[in-house]
């Protein structure tokens, strides 16, 4: 059977995908050894489930990357990830949930909401679009995310409570780092790794100084656990 064909956002900042969830996905598929192919797809909703990422793979088309993931790992004959086989494993399952719900939300008020992330995606939309339609575009991107943030509640609160709640998140993920093994997953990286690292990185990278992004940048275990990450699971010279 042919490798699976995993569907991204395209490359930037330095990272393979802009997409967290992308990201997760490739860094576990790269961690277990997994060969499959890159396509870079910027329009999510051709995916099956109208979100990136997404695989295509034995005429089977699946989105979710933890499904994916349970997928990948079922047919490899490999433990399931995802699996809760104690306190531990409970413990960087929440916490992930947590980075996938609510920090991913707060990512996307810095990304589109924020003066600096609006004015980076206007960019971005002008290199990708017909200049006839970039400023279109931007502008319903824009406005998109500001409506659904609105929708789940976080711009709701102003820019100064998003940025604490942000910082709090980010202030516990390096204490956990520094006190534990270096991993979240105990002596070596678990899936809850790959999925915080992949909501985080973006962050790290962007060239947008926001508040949280200004914060993540600042946490020494925090920076060395992402390089680890980068060296284990990524050619670390910058993607195009």
Not at 99 to 115: A, D, G, N, T
Not at 175 to 189: E, H, I, K, R, V
Not at 194 to 211: D, E, N, S, T, Y
Request: aromatic fraction near 8%.
């Amino acid at each position: 059977m042919s490798e699976p064909v995993i569907f991204t956002f395209s490359p930037r900042w330095g990272l393979p995908s802009t997409g967290p969830f992308a990201l997760k996905l490739l860094a576990w598929l790269n961690h277990a050894g997994i060969t499959y192919t890159q396509a870079h797809e910027d329009r999510a909703e051709k995916g099956p489930l109208g979100k990136s990422p997404w695989m295509e793979h034995g005429g089977q088309r699946m989105g979710d990357s933890d499904a994916i993931i349970g997928h990948l790992a079922n047919a490899q004959g490999m433990d399931d990830p995802r699996a809760l086989n104690s306190a531990d494993d409970a413990r960087a399952d929440a916490m992930k949930i947590a980075f996938e719900e609510r920090f991913h939300q707060i990512l996307e008020w810095e990304l589109f909401v924020h003066p600096e992330g609006a004015a980076e995606m206007r960019r971005i939309v002008g290199e990708l679009a017909p200049p006839v339609l970039a400023g279109l575009i931007a502008t319903r991107m824009i406005r998109h995310f500001t409506r659904q943030l609105h929708a789940r509640g976080i711009a709701r609160l102003g820019p100064q409570a998003i940025a604490d709640l942000g910082r709090r998140q980010l202030d516990g993920l390096e204490l956990c780092l520094a006190t534990g093994d270096g991993w979240l997953g105990g002596n070596s990286p678990a899936l809850a790794d790959f999925a915080i690292w992949g909501q985080v990185a973006p962050m790290l990278h962007w060239p947008m100084r926001g508040p949280v992004a200004s914060h993540a940048r600042a946490l020494p275990a925090v920076a060395d656990w992402h390089a680890r990450i980068m060296a284990a699971c990524f050619d670390t010279r910058a993607a195009a």
